[in-house]
């Protein structure tokens, strides 16, 4: 995953650095354990190219929903939370703006447990990033980036720069090598293709859905930056390009693992699996290499999340939805109560890791689920405005066309997310949604505004509250564990 928030550095782009910033704003952590993920989720290979292709032409589709609201739209400069208030109302903006705020900072609990699992390789004392010394190191991490925010430190071009060159070395190194030396062997990726049928092809494939999802989150911010381009139509060019070029490197490290190790064996890796891929083909230096990969790509990355977490509540509060406390600023700039209640969040999470021997997947699992809602309510939006066409009476029958095929793929591919991340996610998910009805009301009253102001806003606020009951009830019964 991964928005490491890559900044252009200087104030247009051309083809090549616009396509740059698109791939090292979204690939981050993910690439390095997606493999070892789907296989450990009971996808063999068959269901994982299936898994591919779908989430390619869904992922972008839904690119193109924001790149086409973007145009469309550019008054709404708060992205997510301002589509899903445009399209839906206030109640559902606010819950688009709140899912997007907890996936974000989600994200960085999953990127520390990552990182001290990749620093563990190097320093046994942190195991597998879920133990006390990397829960410890963990909780420095993010209250010294805390820290950093705090004094302004809002833009990392420097640092996005090495990150985003040191993420990109050991996967191209990972897929040379492995051609050159012909390390891949057909028999074991044949072996891999169909399993032994225990699990249903269907499940196989909706068993990917985190990790796809995952991998691609940071799209959507992609396609705000390339509004730098020197030229409109490099956007479309650098857009597609871009979006091949990610969509290339995972299924060619995806492709490539199911032919090194059978799928049981993939599955068995610890974190990142990458790792241990490359390790079994050349030896030690290859599991270091990919180590210190995503050591230097998770630095970058949880910065920038760091400040996208903080700054999507702020914005929020300061359009009137989060609670007030929310639009404290200190004297640098920075929004500081959103920074401590967001890092606050993160430490309470990274003390459950401790409790739980909780997993970066488990969190990066949550995470996708988090972002699904804001994903699926942006893509209604776009199909909303296009069906009214709105702003689109001077577009051709071709642009017409083209602006109804993504809107209506975009739509399509977020209700599948839902579907495919299945009942027990949707009910977790529910129940990381059901709090912010509280920080809601509380917005509302501060302004004197009346809180539910259409019948189906109280309808949506009680079946979250219920779907969160009966969360804690599968939870609590033991029949269903998110941790």
């Not at 704003?25 to 390095?32: D, R």
């Not at 133990?131 to 925010?149: D, K």
């Amino acid at each position: 995953m991964g928005n490491d928030n890559g900044a252009a550095g200087g104030k247009e782009l051309g083809l090549v650095r616009l396509t740059g910033v698109i791939i090292g704003s979204t690939i981050g952590g993910g690439v390095f354990s997606m493999a070892g993920d789907m296989a450990a989720g009971g996808a063999n290979t068959a269901a994982v190219l299936v898994a591919w292709v779908i989430a390619g032409i869904g992922m972008y589709g839904l690119m193109m929903c924001f790149f086409g609201l973007n145009k469309l739209k550019p008054e709404l400069t708060n992205g997510i939370y301002s589509y899903a208030k445009a399209g839906f109302g206030d109640f559902v903006g606010f819950n688009s703006a709140w899912g997007y705020w907890i996936s974000a900072l989600l994200c960085n609990v999953a990127y520390t447990t990552l990182l001290f699992a990749a620093i563990g390789y190097f320093l046994p004392v942190f195991g597998v990033g879920n133990n006390l010394p990397s829960i410890i190191g963990a909780s420095i991490v993010i209250w010294f980036l805390n820290y950093l925010v705090l004094r302004g430190l809002k833009e990392a071009t420097a640092i996005n720069v090495v990150t985003t060159i040191a993420k990109l070395i050991p996967i191209f190194v990972f897929v040379l090598t492995i051609i050159v030396i012909r390390a891949f062997d057909p028999a074991i990726f044949m072996n891999n293709f169909w399993g032994d049928g225990s699990v249903s092809f269907m499940d196989q494939v909706k068993s990917t859905t985190g990790a796809t999802v995952w991998g691609f989150i940071g799209v959507e911010g992609a396609v705000v930056v390339s509004a730098r381009a020197k030229k409109s139509s490099d956007v479309g060019k650098a857009s597609m390009i871009g979006f091949l070029g990610i969509l290339a490197i995972y299924l060619l490290t995806s492709i490539l693992s199911m032919g090194i190790m059978t799928r049981e064996e993939l599955a068995a890796l610890g974190n990142p699996p990458m790792a241990g891929i490359f390790e079994s083909v050349v030896g030690p230096w290859g599991g270091a290499l990919v180590n210190l990969g995503v050591i230097f790509s998770l630095a970058g990355a949880l910065l920038g999340w760091t400040i996208i977490a903080a700054e999507t509540p702020f914005m929020a509060a300061k359009l009137g939805v989060f609670s007030k406390a929310f639009e404290k600023e200190n004297k640098h700039g920075a929004p500081s109560f959103s920074l401590f209640m967001t890092n606050g969040i993160i430490q309470l999470f990274l003390i459950v890791i401790f409790f739980n021997d909780s997993t970066y997947q488990v969190f990066y699992n949550l995470s996708a689920s988090m972002i699904m809602v804001p994903y699926l309510l942006s893509a209604m939006y776009y199909l909303k405005v296009v069906l009214k066409k709105d702003g689109l009476q001077s577009h051709t029958g071709s642009q017409l066309l083209s602006a109804r095929v993504f809107s209506l793929l975009g739509t399509i591919y977020g209700a599948w997310l839902l579907y495919a991340s299945g009942l027990m996610s949707v009910l977790v998910t529910s129940l990381l949604y059901a709090p912010g009805i509280i920080v809601y009301i509380k917005g509302k009253k501060e302004l004197g505004e009346k809180t539910f102001d259409r019948p189906v806003n109280l309808f949506i606020a009680v079946a979250l509250v219920a779907l969160a009951v009966i969360s804690v009830g599968v939870i609590a019964t033991g029949t269903y564990s998110p941790l």
